[in-house]
């Protein structure tokens, strides 16, 4: 019924910089919450930052001032701009996006997408 699609990612150096975005779809009524989540290896998935549908943000401590997120609401896109990469910024990162549909609120994930730090 929604479908999150993520692009971006890939291999980066320590220091340098990428950007991953991620499109909702489906039968949606409205986009509410939208985050970014990321899971490491042996890992529990953490949040990286969250924005809600007015703008209000929530960074966590490891990224602030590294990694910032935004939304385009129009497109149903959420955008995550990652800067002076580190190696522990190394995962799965995952979109999640909080939905209001004809049939009620559905919480969705995308399928991840790769983030490697590597020199």
């Known amino acids: 019924q929604v479908q999150l699609v993520e692009s971006g990612g890939g291999l980066v150096q320590p220091g340098g910089s990428l950007r991953v975005s991620c499109t909702a779809s489906?039968?949606?009524?409205?986009?509410?919450?939208m985050g970014w989540y990321r899971q490491a290896p042996g890992k529990q998935r953490e949040l990286v930052a969250a924005?809600?549908?007015?703008?209000?943000?929530n960074t966590a401590d490891s990224v602030k001032g590294r990694f910032t997120i935004s939304r385009d609401n129009a497109k149903n896109t959420v955008i995550l701009q990652m800067n002076s990469l580190k190696p522990e910024d190394t995962a799965v990162y995952y979109c999640?996006?909080?939905?209001?549909?004809?049939?009620?609120?559905?919480?969705?994930w995308g399928q991840g997408t790769q983030v490697t730090v590597s020199s």
């Open positions: 999640n996006a909080r939905c209001a549909t004809l049939t009620g609120v559905i919480d969705s």
């Open positions: 489906g039968r949606i009524f409205r986009v509410n919450d």
């Open positions: 924005i809600t549908r007015g703008g209000s943000t």
